[in-house]
């Protein structure tokens, strides 16, 4: 007889290879989350991999996570026994994210055809993420488990480190460029290398962290809501801090109300409460001593022209023909329109930017493929989930985010994933694989 605490792993022992992730697969998903949200291109640099910049082989410009999740995908079929029926069956139960993975590939091809830049990015951006999902169908418990462990650990290390930064002002891994650091941004770049990404998926698991993470003890979750919530203030980014502070704001008093109108009040939950009340005056003046505050309201008065530029962004689609708008114009066109319009910086919405550089045809291609993936990750994860998912949209659309290279959507995909745990188990017949693998 199975001891009732072993029974999930032992159900997953007991279906067919076609099935089920191997313990090499496994561990290969903790390394990954390590890797994806522990390892910038600031310190790949360091180790003489150029991600960030523009030299260098084409084999360096696809982030290390990306690689791993590829291989981990390609020994997940190999190691069934039988690759045609174990991709059928994540097919079937990720529909969407195959649809993603190929709309990628298909985008690949377009872009190699037309010279067009961003092309390692639809891996780490599009690719990477939709095989990510597929391999974490089979995923069970202890997985999870062991890969939300790892992005706690990841995530609060990277929040001490960014705290440390703001307090020394000295940046361990600084974002570079061709090798070139960005010394005169004091923002904390901690270990996913730019201040900006250290926002958004800080603010995403903070929301995360505040609706979700049901198996992390209350104290705990409320420390590491305390730490993500300060760091999030030395990375910097002033959308990520305002819709934390909004949405979060919002659910926790909501989550207050439910609970008094219940008429129990946890012991332990009033006694922190009170704590908190009392500490917290204290806790404000030590921030505002050591100038906490102070740069707080510096990024606020000072936007470094983020408004001017999503005024001139739309003057940029304009000035493209009609014809170049939808098969993609000329990208030296676009590059020295774009310096004229001052917005050497980057286009701040991502649609517009793969619109300008892309054409409409490719734009509604990804974003449509995309979004799909979106609802896809969202229908398997618990209640709760819209809160960080609204942030994670919002966000999205603040910056050049998926249409240029980033990780960030494997990464947002792994934080709900883990925090929002999906129940175990297929959701296809399993016997009907069993006959199938016989």
Known sequence: MAVAGHAPAAAAAQRPAVARLG?????GLVLAVALL?????GMLWLVGYNYDGLSGGALTKIHPGTYLIVLLFGWSLAASGDPV????RLAALRPASLVLAITALVALAIFVIRQAPGMAGLLDTFFGPALLLMLLADADERTIARMETALHVVMTANALLGLYEFASQNLLFPYRFEGAAFEWDPRS??????PLANAMMTACYLMALTSGARTLPDRVRLALILLQSAALVVFGGRTALL???GFGGLYAISALLRQLKTGRVPLLGAALGVSMLAVLPVGLAVLWA???FDALLQRFMSDGGSANARKEMFELVLALPLRDLVVGPDVEWVESL???HGLEWGIENPFVRMLVYQGLLVTLLLAVTFSLYVYELGRLCRPGV???MIVWIILLNAAETVASKTTMPAKFSIIVLCLYRPPPGPRINPAAWSARAR
């Open 85 to 88: 029926a174990r991709f059928a």
């Open 290 to 292: 050591g100038g906490f």
């Open 37 to 41: 949200f522990g390892v910038s291109g």
């Open 386 to 388: 819209w809160l960080p």
């Open 23 to 27: 313990s090499g697969t496994s561990t």
């Open 189 to 194: 770049t901690s270990l996913q290398g730019h």
């Open 338 to 340: 774009r310096r004229i």
């Open 243 to 245: 819709l934390s502070l």
